[in-house]
């Protein structure tokens, strides 16, 4: 196959060439042996991190799609495109000319055993070398992408609930994999998984034993404002004995870097909704309890040092959410931990708010909650990133999806553990999705006539 022949010569440690050579072999063969792939695979996976990024540049300069195979194809688009029948046949050899070689080759690995999550893992290698400043891999992601986005349909997954009775092996998961609430014993998983809660994953086909995603809910009556009330010390006592009425997602993880940004998540929470409907009819209500990770150091910390210029709120507007009396508090408290009089609000808020030393004073604590909360609600719903979306990823998220915002769900002291404090000063949120929403997407599933095998959907008939 001259079109997969090396445009340039790459460079790279020999076990780097090693594997790159392996790699033009296998496109030099109409069919690949698994093999050949399990050469490829244990080649890469014995290759250091370091390695990892030389190979990845190193695919990218010599197995490409050369210029002088697309060129002449693109030349014929102008006459083409008058005669509508030449054109479709000009779109045809335009797109199995420049087909990617890397993604013809990296579809076999899914006959492979281990073949996926080899994938997946291997994308999540090539987003860390991304962040670590390799060179412009987006190419290479896409492949990746494009074989993802066929492969984790509906069609492929399955959703379970992930209850104590499950496979020890899932339960660990469940344990080493959230990193919105982490847990560090099998106990705290127990209370993740008794009474009031449940936790949901989706499975793919090919990896049926390792959940690929996974949601922790806990069934309440009325929105619950504090993650204390889940899974903190009075956890015992929040449990409701009365009717529940409203299921509150409060974690949702993916276990699988490699799956970044496919949007697993908003399918999960559909399929849940609609199980929570089917098996738990009253629950009516459903909403999360969502943290706010940038809001103290990617947001307002920059704004109080004075490096905030990319923001929309600016340092003089920070009076209108702290009135006279807060900031009397502040400044005292200031003062207490050797600030000079007269300094500026920002450098009041700076100095409190960067040790936790505050949410020890209950004056001070009970002062701050409506101030804080306005302040955490025009992040979410003003600050936009440069795409005109929410600045804040978890808001993004939710809000993609459907759900919905106002001021009065912004809590603050809903988190007091040290992290919380230190991300976002103790606020959380409650993103409420609507039952208009999820009207919407009844109707949408229905359409498809059941998404996931193992689930029956009962449409017609059910009162919202």
């Known amino acids: ?71 002449p194809l693109l030349a014929q ?3 083409a495109s008058a005669d509508p029948a030449a054109w479709r046949d000009l779109l045809v050899r ?21 073949g996926l999550k080899f994938l997946l893992d291997l994308r999540a290698d090539v987003l860390s070398a991304h962040r670590q400043g390799a060179s412009d891999l987006k190419p290479l992601d896409s492949d990746l992408v494009r074989l993802f986005e066929s492969w984790f349909q509906p069609g492929f997954l399955t959703l379970k609930e992930i209850t104590l009775d499950s496979p020890y092996r899932q339960i660990e998961i469940i344990r080493d994999r959230d990193m919105v609430h982490p847990m560090t014993s099998l106990e705290e998983v127990a209370h993740r998984l008794g009474r009031d809660r449940r936790c949901f994953a989706l499975y ?22 504090s993650i204390q009330k889940i899974i903190g010390p009075g956890r015992e006592e929040s449990a409701n004995n009365g009717r529940k009425d409203t299921a509150v997602f409060y974690s949702i993880n993916n276990t699988q870097n490699g799956l970044s940004g496919l949007g697993l998540g908003k399918l999960l929470i559909f399929q849940v909704v609609e199980h929570l409907n089917r098996d738990v009819p009253e629950i009516r209500n459903f909403c999360t309890l969502s943290p706010m990770p940038g809001f103290w150091r990617r947001y307002l910390l920059p704004i109080l040092e004075g490096k905030g210029s990319g923001f929309r709120l600016k340092t003089e507007e920070l009076t209108r959410f702290f009135d006279k009396n807060v900031r009397g508090l502040l400044e005292a408290e200031y003062a207490t931990q050797g600030g000079k009089a007269g300094a500026d609000l920002a450098s009041v808020l700076l100095k409190v708010f960067s040790s936790a030393g505050w949410a020890e004073k209950p004056e001070l604590v009970s002062a701050l909650g409506r101030p804080l909360s306005r302040l955490g609600y025009y992040y979410l719903a003003e600050e936009k990133a440069g795409d005109g979306r929410p600045l804040d990823p978890v808001a993004n998220f939710h809000l993609g999806n459907g759900a919905t915002l106002a001021p009065g769900d912004v809590n603050f002291g809903a988190n007091w553990s040290p992290k919380g404090i230190e991300r976002s000063l103790s606020l959380m949120v409650n993103y409420v999705y609507s039952q208009s929403w999820r009207q919407q997407i009844r109707s949408s599933l229905s359409r498809l006539g059941g998404w996931l095998p193992g689930l029956s959907w009962p449409w017609t008939g059910r009162q919202q």
């Open 77 to 79: 688009a102008a006459d």
């Open 1 to 71: 196959m001259a079109k997969n022949k090396p445009q340039s010569q790459f460079s790279g440690s020999g076990p780097v060439r090693a594997v790159i050579k392996s790699v033009q072999q296998a496109l030099e063969v109409p069919i690949v042996e698994n093999e050949v792939l399990e050469k490829i695979r244990s080649g890469y996976q014995a290759l250091s991190r370091e390695e990892k990024s030389a190979f990845f540049v190193s695919l990218l300069h010599t197995v490409e799609v050369p210029a002088e195979t697309a060129l």
């Open 94 to 114: 335009i797109r199995a000319a420049v087909e990617s070689p890397r993604w013809r080759l990296l579809r076999h690995f899914v006959t492979l055993p281990g």
């Open 204 to 225: 793919h086909h090919v990896m049926p034993d390792e959940p690929v995603v996974f949601i922790e809910a806990f069934l309440a009556k009325g929105l619950v404002r």
